[in-house]
Structures are given as C-alpha cells and as structure tokens.
C-alpha cells in the first residue's frame, strides 16, 4: 500500500437538512485514524455555513457542488457564485460532474466556472468520464482529451485543481471498469495532462462512480489513483467509512 495521501471525497447531490449533521460529525470524529486520508464532503448549498459552524474541531473539509459562471453578485435569479460559497466557508468544489452537463453545461460553461472557483482560491474537483456508446466505439480517451483540453486553460492554477474520473455509464449503476482499463486510462488522463499543458507536475486523478465497500479493495490495487468521489454512499457515515476501512485494509 502506498503512502501518499488519498482523497475521500463525498458528493451528496441533491440530499441532507440540518439534521444531517449526525454524519458529518461523526465522519469527522473517524477522520484522525486515518491521517493518510483527505477527506473532502461535498453538500449542498445550504448546509455549508451550518456544518462549519457546528464542527467546532474540524478533521474534514467542506465543499459545494456546483457554482454559477458569473463573479461575485449580480442580478442573477437563483445563482451562486463561488465567492458567495468561499464565504460560506467552502473549501473544495465539484464542477463537470456528468450530471450538470446533462443538463446542457458546456466544456465552455464549465471553463468559466472552473476560473471563477480558481479567483476564489478554491479547490476544484473537475470530473470527465466517458459515456457508453464512446466506451463501445473506442472514444474514451479522445472524449476524455477534449473535455480536459476545452474546460481547462494553460494559465489555470493546475495546483488548485483535482481530475476525477467517472465513467457516466458507471454511475449509479454498481457497475465499475475492469481494473486492467481503470489503469490504462488514468495513466492516459495523467500523461496526456501532462503532454497537453506542458507540465512536469503529474496531476491528482481520483476514480469515481459505484464505488463502495465491497469494490473499494480491488480498487485499491490501482496505484496510480490518488483517491475517490463517492456519491450515493457518502450520504451515510457507516458506508463512507466502511470503504475507507475498506480501502486500508
């Protein structure tokens, strides 16, 4: 097992109220026994201030899930920008998730909200993945390629951002790549990365998508993954540790 730092990350998507502090407490208290671990929680909008309030020592990060391309305030209905979540107390941010781009966000859109959360110092978590029909026709990495090189700017602080794999035909279906293709294409994400914007800094590549306690060890065999975004697991403090307990096992 290595020794480098991992990353825990939950995405709890559209869930959790106040009192859905019970499990961010007590995922903070489980966090020191690991000190390898970073472990990031990804909640919605309105819980932000709340859970950094409430947890008076903190062993975690607090992060948003998604922001608005503009800067700052505006007459903007409904929006939130990335300085309005730095304030909330954010750390970390999501953006790119397959998701939203279902939704009609562009590699553009999304270059936009990358540079807003990087003028607020923030930590981007940037998600590309591949859809089935390109997995089928052999398009991953080309897909995978494009989505980084159009959302991403050679200016871009690349020290600030987080590359999280996700197959979209992986998540929320328990189904997970074959560790033999998980390796080939994150080592592609991690040398193309390089090649593309004329680095020598190997970036931070996380796995995510159906992960959970029982798959967790066999992902643990791929030393090139630097940790995971987990999504539906997260949103309990038993499963989200059980794969870190899991993970180290």
């Not at 998604?66 to 909330?88: D, I």
């Not at 999501?94 to 990087?118: D, M, V, Y």
Request: glycine share 6%; with cysteine; hydrophobic share 35%.
């Amino acid at each position: 097992m290595t020794n480098k730092l991992k990353y825990f990350i939950g995405n709890w998507k559209m869930f959790g109220d106040f009192s859905s502090y019970k499990i961010i407490y007590k995922i903070n208290q489980y966090v020191p026994k690991h000190k390898k671990s970073k472990v990031v929680i990804c909640v919605p909008n309105i819980l932000i201030d709340f859970f950094k309030k409430r947890l008076k020592k903190r062993n975690l990060s607090i992060g948003a899930q998604n922001c608005s391309h503009r800067e700052g305030y505006g007459p903007f209905t409904g929006a939130v920008s990335a300085k309005m979540l730095k304030k909330m107390g954010a750390e970390y941010i999501i953006l790119g998730h397959s998701e939203n781009r279902q939704e009609g966000e562009t590699p553009q859109l999304i270059k936009k909200k990358i540079l807003s959360a990087l003028n607020q110092k923030l930590n981007v978590i940037f998600c590309v993945g591949e859809k089935l029909k390109d997995k089928k026709k052999g398009k991953t990495f080309s897909v995978i390629r494009k989505q980084i090189t159009k959302s991403i700017d050679k200016k871009f602080n690349k020290n600030k951002i987080i590359l999280a794999y996700e197959p979209v035909w992986s998540i929320g279906t328990n189904k997970i790549p074959r560790v033999n293709d998980l390796e080939k294409v994150i080592k592609f994400i991690k040398s193309d990365f390089k090649r593309s914007f004329k680095t020598k800094k190997i970036p931070k590549v996380l796995y995510g998508g159906s992960v959970n306690k029982k798959n967790v060890k066999s992902l643990s065999i791929v030393k090139e993954i630097d940790g995971f975004l987990i999504g539906g697991a997260s949103q309990s403090a038993k499963k989200f540790i059980d794969i870190i307990e899991n993970y180290y096992k």
